[in-house]
């Protein structure tokens, strides 16, 4: 076969197995398709068909043909995280900041803090942490990774719970980037990458400078002429953000933040958004899985990974519900509000394996230790619309959802 025509045999699994399984599975209520093709690039990786049929792995999923989907993914999420950050209503944002600063603080920190009691927990046994790790390195990193929130995915998940454009789903979005933002910084620490540090504080600097001319320059375009030139902002600052270390989704979010929807139109926005998520997403979604290996038969067992990923998914949960809860008290939030945001914002998805994957890369945490927060990822986010879902109904029937007290 062709080059080509493995590409396409490769594509042609991406879009038929994880379409199949939902609908004739009907995992829609407790796994809607946005996770189970997240599950399906991890069952069709190299840790479960790559294990099981290894040559037929390395015929289909080649180099060549991984390479070429990881293109297509980086470009898919990049526009589809854009779309997001115009979403956001940067005025919204602006006027309740003291509110989104305490609630991503408190969501952030305290899943953080669960997540390094659990990390202390698991050091006190052999085969969690990686050889090149220090102590702090190992508990800080493992307390982030619990800290997470998937913002492609929770974008996803607010559009198929209709309050993506509601003021409960623009808070949610304005405390999940601003804890997009904090968990790349914090990565950098991790690594001990000075340079990065550095690199960031540049960046943003010449974000906030570039930005005024920038929307200086959009006003004055006509609407077709905008976005050629939305494109091309977008490219530069996925750049700039994955040059300085903060990975290029940052950058693309922030990108579309600075954005006005009314630029645009709202309907041509949400005509790419669909064609995105049809067309684009499910290769992101697949493609990150595709590169994801983990082990369960390893010196400490299938066991002892299971155990160990339920402690993390209790300390993720846990921190994250904990947040939301206290900000609640602390900003006066009606009733069954905390509950909702820290649902939503426990899950994980393709972010967290990814924060995941570069610390094992830099042995900071073992194969173990991956396995254990892949499940705990993939844990939390199927949790996510079976809990949230009777709580937004009940919740609309008392006027929750469209309070514009956010």
């Known amino acids: 076969m062709s080059a080509t025509e493995i590409f396409l045999l490769a594509m042609l699994l991406i879009f038929t197995v994880p379409f199949l399984v939902w609908r004739l599975g009907r995992t829609e209520y407790f796994a809607p398709l946005v996770i189970v093709q997240i599950i399906m690039g991890i069952v069709l990786g190299p840790g479960v068909l790559g294990a099981a049929f290894p040559e037929y792995h390395r015929f289909v ?10 293109g297509i993914a980086q ?23 003291r509110e989104s600063a305490v609630t991503a603080g408190l969501s952030l920190g305290m899943p953080l803090l669960c997540g390094c009691a659990a990390a202390l927990v698991l050091m006190s046994y052999p085969g969690w942490m990686g050889a090149k790790a220090a102590t702090w390195q190992f508990t800080l990193g493992t307390g982030m990774a619990c800290a997470v929130t998937a913002l492609p995915v929770l974008v996803l998940l607010l559009e198929k719970l209709d309050v993506l454009r509601q003021p409960m789903g623009q ?37 906030a400078v570039l930005t005024v001319l920038f929307r200086r320059l959009m006003a004055r375009l006509r609407r077709d002429d905008r976005w050629y030139v939305a494109l091309a902002w977008l490219i530069a600052c996925a750049f700039g953000a994955d040059w300085a270390g903060l990975h290029f989704m940052v950058g693309a979010f922030l990108a579309g933040v600075v954005m006005d929807a009314d630029w645009f ?7 790419l958004f669909r064609n995105v998520l049809l067309v684009l997403m499910p290769v992101f979604f697949l493609s990150t899985g595709l590169r994801t290996r983990w082990d369960l038969g390893g010196a400490m067992g299938t066991y002892a990974v299971f155990v160990g990923a339920a402690l993390l998914l209790v300390a993720s949960v846990g921190g ?34 990814i924060f995941a994957n570069i610390l094992l890369d830099k042995q900071i945490i073992t194969n173990e230790t991956f396995t254990a927060l892949l499940l705990m990822a993939v844990g939390s986010t199927m949790l996510t619309v079976p809990v949230v879902h009777p709580k937004l109904h009940r919740a609309r029937h008392t006027n929750l959802v469209g309070q514009a007290s956010s």
């Open 75 to 97: 470009w898919g999420v990049m526009l589809f995280v854009l779309l997001a950050g115009v979403e956001l209503d940067l005025k919204k944002a602006w006027q309740y900041r």
């Open 320 to 353: 994250k519900l904990a947040g939301a809860h206290l900000a609640g008290r602390m900003l006066g939030w009606k009733s069954g509000e905390a509950s909702v945001i820290g649902w939503l914002l426990q899950s994980k998805g393709l972010i967290e394996i």
């Open 171 to 207: 808070r949610i979005l304005r405390y999940a980037s601003l804890d997009d933002i904090a968990i790349w910084g914090v990565l950098a620490l991790i690594l001990l990458d000075w340079e990065r540090i550095g690199r960031q504080l540049g960046f943003i600097v010449a974000f």
């Open 265 to 271: 139109g709202q309907e041509q926005l949400d005509a």
């Open 61 to 70: 999923f080649n180099a060549d043909v991984v390479k070429t989907m990881n």
